[in-house]
């Protein structure tokens, strides 16, 4: 493992902005469209091309629905993404030797 | 200095062609180490914002502070002892309601089976608040039955407790001045201590405090939650997850 080697992480999740979705939902909790975008510096449009991404992946869960009026888009890490960010920091700490 | 990491540059893409150049091991260890400390980075951030509904401060605030009125209200008239039977109600009411905005919130809202951190906020902040009504609940059958809690330490027992509730509110939701908000408990707590007299008209005083030191904040959380960002110490002093900027290491 001399070379650096990423093919061994998870290509989905390995784009920047998609990381920082995953590490952003990792406490399980189910968060809101406008929290994430606010909180990760991203254009709609972005967070929404790389949310969908995710959820075709089935790493996240999206739910419309309306609060009073308003429509709220709320995500939430499925098992199987949760999994999938475990696995991926689990690879990505075995590229560090023990110190 | 400028985070590159192998999708954003195509140069330390190994899987991009044989023909680039391939990094040793010091520049893979230091790339997962900043992948890592970015990942810490964002889940730092994210448990710093706990979606705690405005919803349950709002309701204890208008129930106690409608107690405080009736209360009021019935301690002028013939049926004045019976006054000190509106706070079990008060109680029960505020429970119920918690209850059904707990229900409310998480119906439907959770695609998926797990666990969830804030849920265990939630979780701690209800049992807090059910402490303040089983301490309400106590006083109340213990004033009945010895008749030795007079109304002055009743109302000093009732706003410590609210005083501890509320600041423990912002500590475990992680918004500060909530806690700040909650000394205001105290001051009142102290104003009552130092009154002669103690009548009916403290209960007004109290209905207002109702008014500005848990309804007031729990309408300013809400209406932040559902705009999409809290009203945080974390959320406004917290660098933003910037792409392409240093992390930092871990």
Not at chain 2, 17 to 34: F, Y
Not at chain 2, 85 to 107: K, T
Request: with cysteine.
């Amino acid at each position: 493992m001399g070379k650096y080697d990423y093919r061994r992480l998870d290509d989905l999740i390995h784009s920047r902005v998609r990381l920082a979705i995953m590490s952003y939902l990792a406490d399980g909790a189910t968060r809101d469209f406008t929290e994430i975008k606010q909180a990760l510096d991203v254009t709609d449009g972005n967070l929404s091309a790389h949310l969908t991404k995710l959820e075709d992946a089935q790493y996240v869960a999206i739910e419309k629905r309306f609060s009073g009026r308003r429509p709220q888009t709320l995500c939430q890490l499925t098992p199987r993404g949760l999994a999938a960010f475990s696995d991926y920091v689990e690879r990505l700490a075995a590229l560090i030797p023990p110190t | 200095m400028t985070y590159q990491s192998p999708k954003d540059n195509d140069a330390l893409n190994p899987l991009d062609g044989t023909d680039r150049p391939s990094l040793e091991v010091p520049d893979r260890v230091e790339i997962a180490q900043r992948d890592l400390a970015f990942i810490r980075t964002v889940m730092e951030k994210s448990r710093a914002i706990i979606g705690l509904s405005g919803l349950h401060l709002v309701s204890w605030g208008l129930i106690t502070g409608s107690t405080c009125l009736a209360h009021y209200a019935v301690l002028g008239t013939s049926a004045a002892r019976y006054g000190s039977f509106l706070w079990p109600l008060m109680v029960g009411l505020g429970w119920l309601v918690s209850h059904q905005i707990s229900r409310r919130e998480y119906a439907g809202a959770t695609p998926c089976d797990v666990n969830t951190g804030r849920q265990s906020v939630e979780r701690l902040f209800a049992g807090l608040w059910a402490t303040v009504g089983i301490g309400a609940l106590t006083m109340f059958v213990a004033a009945q039955l010895f008749d030795t809690i007079g109304a002055r330490s009743q109302l000093l027992m009732v706003s410590s407790t609210m005083w501890v509730a509320t600041f423990m509110t912002g500590h475990l939701s992680g918004i500060r001045w909530i806690s700040a908000v909650s000394f205001g408990w105290l001051a009142f707590a102290i104003y009552v201590s130092q009154l002669a007299v103690i009548d009916r008209s403290v209960l007004l005083i109290m209905a207002a405090a109702d008014g500005l030191l848990i309804v007031m904040p729990g309408l300013l959380i809400e209406r932040a939650r559902v705009s999409g960002g809290l009203p945080t110490p974390q959320n406004h002093t917290a660098q933003s997850v910037t792409y392409g900027q240093d992390q930092g290491q871990g």
